[in-house]
């Protein structure tokens, strides 16, 4: 569905490339994290795969269509939501009709049950909203396009606490087999319980890209006071009361939760594990 080949990019008036030589492949359905440090790439990589980038070297293709020619059957299926969102201060209505036309399988019905889920009245005016708001009503437009492809950038940069927990669950509610969510985005535990699959990158490409349930077969995440419980695990990490630790996951070990910000520091401290799940 979504592949990017050996893909270079540098921004104008820089030597030093954001990413170089990176391939990764998203395929079709699911809910992917995005993860990686401050200047990793993680938001070009985003502009790239919707095509508002062109690659240096390397091609970004999206259902066999190179993304950044721009064409109309790409733009009609992919939607980006930028970490900063600037809306023009007119009512919803008159920015749906304006926009929804471009979007062929844009629903009213649905985007007006996200605007329920997320208290936001059908009837608002874009330019009185604060910017969490802001960022609710965008989210809520884009859902409703329906596009194979939804990009989201630092998507709850923005949203107080009971506005994450809105977010969790309107995404989950806008899941379908044919439609792929990427989000990028450095607050993990926002998302944890939300991902189908994790994506982990640096400058030099994909340290992970596996699926939840390929993690969860794989390892286990515990929280620990036992200091003894240190010994022979994969990784481990004091935090107050006790210790975050990663272990393999025997035969008759339950399944747990995968801890996002764990994951991420056994990625680095041992990428040959991790790029084997």
Not at 88 to 101: E, H, R
Request: net charge negative; glycine share 8%.
């Amino acid at each position: 569905m979504l592949n990017l080949e050996h893909v270079s990019y540098s921004y104008p008036g820089s030597f030093k490339p954001v990413v170089s030589d990176f391939s990764m492949e998203i395929r079709p359905g699911g809910i992917y994290g995005l993860l990686g440090a401050n200047g990793s790439g993680k938001s070009t990589l985003l502009y790239l795969m919707s095509g508002l980038l062109r690659p240096a070297s390397g091609s970004v293709t999206f259902n066999g269509q190179e993304t950044f020619k721009r064409l109309p059957s790409t733009l009609t299926d992919v939607f980006l939501v930028p970490e900063e969102i600037d809306l023009p201060a007119v009512k919803l209505d008159k920015y749906v009709a304006l926009n929804a036309p471009f979007y062929e399988n844009f629903n009213r019905d649905e985007m007006n049950r996200y605007l329920e889920h997320f208290r936001l009245d059908p009837d608002i005016h874009l330019g009185r909203l604060s910017m969490g708001q802001r960022k609710k009503a965008f989210v809520a437009f884009a859902l409703a396009c329906n596009t194979s492809l939804l990009l989201m950038d630092e998507p709850t940069n923005g949203l107080d606490i009971p506005g994450k927990a809105e977010f969790r669950r309107t995404i989950v509610s806008a899941m379908r087999d044919d439609r792929t969510i990427i989000i990028s985005t450095h607050q993990v535990r926002d998302l944890e319980r939300v991902l189908d699959h994790v994506a982990i990158i640096d400058k030099n490409g994909v340290v992970l890209n596996a699926s939840i349930a390929a993690i969860q077969e794989r390892l286990v995440f515990r929280f620990t006071t036992d200091p003894e419980e240190i010994n022979g695990a994969l990784w481990s990490m004091p935090v107050p009361g006790g210790y975050n630790v990663v272990r393999f996951r025997g035969e008759g070990v339950e399944e747990t939760d995968v801890n996002l910000e764990s994951l991420f520091e056994l990625s680095f401290s041992n990428p040959q594990l991790t790029n084997a799940l």
